[in-house]
């Protein structure tokens, strides 16, 4: 296995009160209302679709796609309190949402189940990065797409400044954010470093956008036939 599929200095799970104080922090009105457009804006035109996503942590995104009424909607998260915690807020919202504890190189699921697949804000923290680009290519259908938004390796801190400002926390909780996602970057990919990695795992092949702190890499699973068009076009 390539060297890219194994990174040091491994974060712990996020569990306990650690878990509970970043699902606090992320379900903010403003965050909320954010999440809200990103559930519409990826699901875009799809009239019905089976969605995961990977690691959605206290499940506001996987919420905001169930209440859109066209999904069948699935998250897999690696931390105990995190599924607890996206399983109480789904009840809450009074969705429906399919909440398990897994791990993304390792997913309980069989192959083609997906048509689409989202990660937010947690591939860096990956520990084998190939291994579950590998997975999320399995278990997506033919024609599926898997969108991976996360935090970039050149984001200043200017960027990360204005970008939590924006998601108008209070002193305290603005100040531990910034200080969180300074630190982060360290973890975080470059858009170079995310196109060798996707060469290294079986989707071969992605289109990677940039804006403000954050990077989004779409990754389609081809078939044979529709991978020779690809190749031609």
Same mark, same amino acid.
């Given at each position: 296995?390539?060297?890219? *599929?194994?990174?040091?200095? =491994?974060?712990?799970?996020?569990?306990?009160?650690?878990?509970?104080?970043?699902?606090?922090?992320?379900?903010?009105?403003?965050?909320?209302?954010?999440?809200?457009?990103?559930?519409?804006?990826?699901?875009?035109?799809?009239? @019905?679709?089976?969605?995961?996503?990977?690691?959605?942590?206290?499940?506001?995104?996987?919420?905001?796609?169930?209440?859109?009424?066209?999904?069948?909607?699935?998250?897999?998260?690696?931390?105990?309190?995190?599924?607890?915690?996206?399983?109480? *807020?789904?009840?809450?919202?009074?969705?429906?949402?399919?909440?398990?504890?897994?791990?993304?190189?390792?997913?309980?699921?069989?192959?083609? @189940?997906?048509?689409?697949?989202? /990660?937010?804000?947690?591939?860096?923290?990956?520990?084998?990065?190939?291994?579950?680009? *590998?997975?999320?290519?399995?278990?997506?259908?033919?024609?599926?797409?898997?969108?991976?938004?996360?935090?970039?390796?050149?984001?200043?801190?200017?960027?990360?400044?204005?970008?939590?400002?924006?998601?108008? =926390?209070?002193?305290? @909780?603005?100040?531990?954010?910034?200080?969180?996602?300074?630190?982060?970057?360290?973890?975080?990919?470059?858009?170079?470093?995310?196109?060798?990695?996707?060469?290294?795992?079986?989707?071969?092949? /992605?289109?990677?956008?940039?804006?403000?702190?954050? =990077?989004?890499?779409?990754?389609?699973?081809?078939?044979?036939?529709? @991978?020779?068009?690809?190749?031609?076009?």
């Amino acid at each position: 296995m390539s060297s890219l *599929n194994r990174r040091r200095h =491994l974060l712990p799970e996020m569990e306990g009160t650690t878990a509970r104080w970043y699902a606090r922090q992320r379900g903010t009105p403003s965050q909320i209302a954010t999440v809200r457009r990103q559930a519409a804006e990826l699901t875009g035109a799809m009239t @019905s679709a089976d969605v995961l996503e990977v690691a959605p942590g206290p499940g506001y995104l996987a919420i905001e796609i169930a209440r859109l009424g066209r999904f069948r909607v699935t998250g897999l998260d690696i931390s105990r309190t995190m599924v607890e915690i996206s399983q109480e *807020n789904a009840a809450t919202a009074g969705v429906t949402v399919d909440f398990r504890h897994g791990d993304a190189t390792a997913m309980p699921f069989a192959d083609g @189940s997906f048509d689409l697949i989202v /990660c937010q804000a947690a591939f860096k923290n990956f520990g084998q990065p190939v291994s579950a680009l *590998n997975e999320m290519h399995r278990v997506l259908r033919l024609g599926g797409l898997a969108v991976i938004q996360d935090l970039r390796k050149e984001a200043s801190s200017a960027d990360i400044d204005h970008e939590v400002d924006n998601q108008r =926390l209070g002193a305290v @909780s603005s100040f531990i954010t910034k200080r969180v996602l300074a630190g982060l970057r360290a973890r975080a990919y470059s858009t170079v470093q995310f196109e060798r990695l996707v060469t290294q795992s079986h989707f071969r092949t /992605c289109e990677i956008k940039t804006d403000g702190i954050g =990077l989004e890499v779409r990754l389609k699973k081809f078939g044979s036939t529709a @991978s020779g068009l690809a190749a031609k076009n």
